[in-house]
């Protein structure tokens, strides 16, 4: 009898450890999914800041067509 309720607190024991073991697990999970959030969101506002001086560029460029296609037709 005493060997069935020390039996049943070991693994009372070993179950309450395995059930607690994985929130490190998923600390480390919700560290990485972060610093992949954050590397995204980095990739996200250089390419936004490209595109941005693409544009720019973009309008420079039409704006400098406009000018000379003026001047050409009031040749």
Do not use: F, R
């Not at 610093?35 to 400098?64: E, F, P, Q, V, Y």
């Amino acid at each position: 009898m005493t060997k069935s309720i020390a039996l049943s607190l070991v693994l009372a024991a070993s179950l309450g450890l395995a059930a607690c073991s994985g929130g490190a697990d998923n600390a480390a999970n919700a560290a990485a999914n972060a610093a992949d959030n954050a590397s995204n969101a980095a990739d996200n506002a250089m390419n936004a800041a490209l595109n941005a001086a693409d544009d720019a560029s973009n309008a420079a460029a039409n704006a400098s067509n406009a000018a000379a296609n003026t001047a050409s037709n009031a040749m």
